[in-house]
C-alpha cells in the first residue's frame, strides 16, 4: 500500500528557481524521510526528519512536518538542472524500520 | 550507491522460469530490504530481514521468496507464480535503530518475456 502521495506529479521549473514538493501520509509515523532518484537507479537519501520535529535544513534543502495534518514539505532552493530527478517521502511507522513509500514528484530543472 | 551491490543490472528471463536476484552489502548493516518499482510508480516492499536466518513478508510477497544466510547477503528469487514479475528490484540495507536511513543498491531490471 502507498502511504504517502506526492503533490505534485511533476514539476518543471527553471535553473535559479525553488521547487517545492509536498507529501500527505495516513498513519501516525516515527519520522519521515525523503530519497531522490536519478532515472533508472537507487535511491539517494537526503533529508529525516523525525515526527517530534518541525522542521531540518541540509544544505539548500528544508523540509517541513506537520503531523497534525500528516504533511511533509521538501522545499529545493536555487535549483541547478542536476537536481533533475524523481523524488519521494518515505514514512516509517517503527514496525522494523520498514518504509512506505509516495509516488513520487518528477521534477525537472531546466536551463 | 556505496557498500551495496546488485547483479546483474540488466535480467531477461523467459516465463515460466524462476530467477535470482543478487544483493550483497558490506556496510555490517543488519537489516535488509527488497523493493519493487514499477514504471512511474513508487517502491513497494516485498521481503524484508531484521537478522540473518529470519526474514518477514512486505506488502507484496506473493510470487517471491529469500533468504538470509549470511549477514551480507540477501538474495530475492522471482519465482514463476509471480504473474507480472517485469520491473526494477531494488535492495536496501540500515543500521538497526528508527533514526538511520536506508542506503541503496543501484538496482536490477528484470524483464519477463
Known amino acids: 500500500s502507498q502511504q504517502g502521495e506526492e503533490d505534485p506529479q511533476a514539476l518543471s521549473i527553471q535553473e535559479g528557481e525553488n521547487a517545492t514538493m509536498n507529501c500527505s501520509y495516513k498513519?501516525?509515523?516515527?519520522?519521515l524521510q525523503w530519497y531522490r532518484q536519478n532515472s533508472g537507479r537507487g535511491l539517494v537519501h537526503l533529508i529525516l526528519?523525525?515526527?517530534?520535529?518541525r522542521e531540518k535544513h541540509s544544505g539548500r534543502l528544508r523540509v517541513t512536518l506537520d503531523t497534525s495534518k500528516k504533511s511533509s514539505s521538501l522545499l529545493i532552493t536555487a535549483s541547478r538542472a542536476a537536481d533533475t530527478a524523481s523524488y519521494f517521502c518515505a514514512t516509517d511507522t517503527g514496525t522494523a524500520s520498514k518504509l512506505t513509500f509516495g509516488t513520487g514528484t518528477r521534477l525537472q530543472v531546466t536551463l | 550507491d556505496g557498500g551495496i551491490t546488485q547483479s546483474p543490472k540488466y535480467l531477461f528471463r523467459k516465463e515460466g522460469q524462476n530467477v535470482t536476484l543478487s544483493c550483497e552489502q558490506n556496510?555490517?548493516?543488519?537489516?535488509m530490504y527488497w523493493y519493487r518499482q514499477d514504471p512511474g510508480q513508487g517502491l513497494r516492499l516485498i521481503y524484508y530481514s531484521q537478522i540473518v536466518n529470519d526474514f518477514q513478508k512486505g506488502d507484496i510477497a506473493e510470487g517471491y521468496s529469500v533468504s538470509r544466510e549470511k549477514k551480507e547477503s540477501f538474495p530475492l528469487t522471482v519465482t514463476s507464480a509471480q504473474k507480472n514479475p517485469t520491473a526494477f528490484y531494488l535492495c536496501?540495507?540500515?543500521?538497526?535503530?528508527?533514526?538511520?536511513?536506508?542506503?541503496f543498491g543501484p538496482g536490477t531490471r528484470l524483464t519477463v518475456t
Open positions: 526528519i523525525r515526527s517530534n520535529e
Open positions: 556496510l555490517n548493516h543488519d537489516a
Open positions: 498513519t501516525s509515523i516515527n519520522n
Open positions: 536496501a540495507s540500515k543500521p538497526q535503530g528508527s533514526i538511520y536511513e536506508q542506503y
